[in-house]
């Protein structure tokens, strides 16, 4: 198929290449001709695993190219709606513009018979809306909403094989019509097994904001059982191992921590209660507070136990931050919960240093303040306490002797609970985990 896709962010330079990969004739589009650039000459402007490697593949192949121009839409079956919906300044609300600036330079790109899919994570209500503007164009074009569910540092392989494909159609013949393309668009997956469940706009809509809130409530719901677990003694790891085995309960996204970060969870949350309060239904999620809440709470927690582990006051101590992005295999440091407690801690007189493989530059953008070495040795010399934040495998792969030989002070915060407790305070650590004893 000839496929287009708007915006070449995260979402849409994956998909982009991911869709050549399937055999279609792809052309990315953005509005940033240095992105377009970068990826007209395989380089992925952001760091994911892989990606480099299957732009080269499918560049190499010509059936996947890029532009900056919104025309070169034209001639295209099928155009998928890859633009961002950021958090609005100063607001809950997920900001519109990208999708509804894109939506309407597209209008002008369509023909008859064509179909429009929407991927971008948007409040309930957008489909039915942009739906409508196509109506009025009478261009015999139909939009479908199908939801994007890959986790960053996995984004390739969910992409290529997801667990299930949401499709939001219009009733009758349009709505066949936007399934039947989408069929053909993932027929590889699909018969290789991928399920798909076929909605109407507004489900497929929530299907997204839906699940994303059920991992943020995951995750707070451990972090708040570690603040318990913390007052009794008790360890959470344990108490997430025994209640996961429970297969309704399920073990996966009970790992406590410094509590979730991304351009996704905290800000699709936030976006969903206040798209459920222009619709009268606020107090439907009122729990998401809560939610967001004991998320935001884990990073004053561990600016505390950072204060207590280094004897009660961060005044002129030397801190090592292991990880800046938001979580490992990736270079995105959007509300990252590593950073925001970094600077934190220097706001509070520590001297904080920051390390990460991948992320330091985009850090470096958003926290000027704080300073950056790339090499996590040097980062850790004489250092009064480690934190380890971000749990990339080289930071999980150290050991105490290694550390031991840098530090000042073996004092070791682990707020991704990643470490042997027992391996580290037998090298005479003193390590702090989080929600453990
Ligand atoms: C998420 C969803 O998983 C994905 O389906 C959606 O499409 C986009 O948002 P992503 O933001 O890439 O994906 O990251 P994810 O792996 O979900 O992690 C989100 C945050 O939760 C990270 O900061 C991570 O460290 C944290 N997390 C995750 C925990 O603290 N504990 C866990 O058990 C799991």
Request: a negative charge.
């Given at each position: 198929m000839r496929i287009s896709v708007i915006g070449c962010g995260y979402l849409g330079a994956v998909h982009a290449a991911c869709m050549a990969k399937l055999g279609h004739d792809v052309v990315g589009i953005d509005v940033d001709p240095r992105k377009i650039g970068e990826l007209q000459a395989g380089r992925a402007p952001f760091f994911e695993p892989g990606l480099p490697e299957l732009l080269e593949e499918v560049l190499a192949t010509g059936r996947l190219k890029f532009s900056s121009?919104?025309?070169?839409?034209?001639?295209?079956?099928v155009h998928f709606l890859c633009v961002g919906t950021p958090q609005r300044k100063g607001e809950y609300?997920?900001?519109?513009r990208f999708v509804d600036a894109a939506f309407a330079s597209l209008l002008d790109s369509l023909e008859p018979g064509n179909v429009v899919v929407g991927k971008s994570t948007v409040p309930v209500g957008t489909a039915a809306r942009l739906a409508d503007d196509l109506a009025e164009r009478q261009l015999d074009a139909v939009l479908a909403w199908n939801p994007e569910f890959l986790r960053e540092g996995f984004a390739v392989k969910d992409t290529l094989s997801p667990d299930r494909f949401v499709y939001g159609v219009p009733e009758g013949e349009p709505g066949s019509r936007a399934t039947a393309a989408l069929d053909e668009v993932y027929s590889t997956p699909l018969s290789l097994g991928t399920r798909r469940l076929v909605a109407d706009y507004a489900t497929a809509e929530l299907v997204k904001a839906a699940a994303n809130s059920f991992l943020a409530t995951k995750i707070s719901f451990i972090n708040a059982m570690a603040e318990v677990c913390e007052v009794t003694g008790a360890d959470v790891t344990v108490l997430a191992d025994a209640i996961g085995m429970d297969e309704r309960i399920g073990r996966k996204f009970l790992n406590a921590g410094i509590g979730f970060g991304g351009g996704c969870l905290p800000k699709d949350i936030r976006a969903f209660m206040a798209r459920a309060g222009e619709l009268g239904a606020d107090q439907a999620l009122t729990f998401l507070r809560e939610v967001d809440d004991i998320n935001v709470r884990r990073r004053i927690r561990v600016v505390e136990l950072t204060r207590v582990l280094v004897g009660g006051s961060l005044l002129g101590k030397r801190i090592t931050v292991l990880?800046?992005?938001?979580?490992?295999?990736?270079?995105d440091v959007r509300d990252s919960p590593a950073l925001s407690i970094a600077a934190q801690l220097q706001l509070q007189g520590a001297d904080v240093t920051v390390t990460d493989p991948e992320a330091i530059d985009g850090a470096r953008q958003r926290f000027p303040e704080l300073t950056y070495e790339p090499h996590f040795e040097r980062a850790m010399d004489k250092a009064d306490a480690l934190l380890l934040l971000t749990e990339w495998q080289e930071y999980k792969d150290i050991t105490p002797e290694q550390a031991g030989r840098f530090v000042c002070t073996k004092n070791i915060l682990d707020g991704r609970n990643v470490l042997e407790a027992s391996v580290w305070r037998a090298a005479g650590w003193n390590y702090k985990g989080i929600g453990t004893p």
């Amino acid at each position: 198929m000839r496929i287009s896709v708007i915006g070449c962010g995260y979402l849409g330079a994956v998909h982009a290449a991911c869709m050549a990969k399937l055999g279609h004739d792809v052309v990315g589009i953005d509005v940033d001709p240095r992105k377009i650039g970068e990826l007209q000459a395989g380089r992925a402007p952001f760091f994911e695993p892989g990606l480099p490697e299957l732009l080269e593949e499918v560049l190499a192949t010509g059936r996947l190219k890029f532009s900056s121009s919104m025309a070169d839409a034209k001639g295209a079956e099928v155009h998928f709606l890859c633009v961002g919906t950021p958090q609005r300044k100063g607001e809950y609300a997920a900001d519109m513009r990208f999708v509804d600036a894109a939506f309407a330079s597209l209008l002008d790109s369509l023909e008859p018979g064509n179909v429009v899919v929407g991927k971008s994570t948007v409040p309930v209500g957008t489909a039915a809306r942009l739906a409508d503007d196509l109506a009025e164009r009478q261009l015999d074009a139909v939009l479908a909403w199908n939801p994007e569910f890959l986790r960053e540092g996995f984004a390739v392989k969910d992409t290529l094989s997801p667990d299930r494909f949401v499709y939001g159609v219009p009733e009758g013949e349009p709505g066949s019509r936007a399934t039947a393309a989408l069929d053909e668009v993932y027929s590889t997956p699909l018969s290789l097994g991928t399920r798909r469940l076929v909605a109407d706009y507004a489900t497929a809509e929530l299907v997204k904001a839906a699940a994303n809130s059920f991992l943020a409530t995951k995750i707070s719901f451990i972090n708040a059982m570690a603040e318990v677990c913390e007052v009794t003694g008790a360890d959470v790891t344990v108490l997430a191992d025994a209640i996961g085995m429970d297969e309704r309960i399920g073990r996966k996204f009970l790992n406590a921590g410094i509590g979730f970060g991304g351009g996704c969870l905290p800000k699709d949350i936030r976006a969903f209660m206040a798209r459920a309060g222009e619709l009268g239904a606020d107090q439907a999620l009122t729990f998401l507070r809560e939610v967001d809440d004991i998320n935001v709470r884990r990073r004053i927690r561990v600016v505390e136990l950072t204060r207590v582990l280094v004897g009660g006051s961060l005044l002129g101590k030397r801190i090592t931050v292991l990880g800046a992005a938001f979580k490992p295999n990736s270079d995105d440091v959007r509300d990252s919960p590593a950073l925001s407690i970094a600077a934190q801690l220097q706001l509070q007189g520590a001297d904080v240093t920051v390390t990460d493989p991948e992320a330091i530059d985009g850090a470096r953008q958003r926290f000027p303040e704080l300073t950056y070495e790339p090499h996590f040795e040097r980062a850790m010399d004489k250092a009064d306490a480690l934190l380890l934040l971000t749990e990339w495998q080289e930071y999980k792969d150290i050991t105490p002797e290694q550390a031991g030989r840098f530090v000042c002070t073996k004092n070791i915060l682990d707020g991704r609970n990643v470490l042997e407790a027992s391996v580290w305070r037998a090298a005479g650590w003193n390590y702090k985990g989080i929600g453990t004893p």
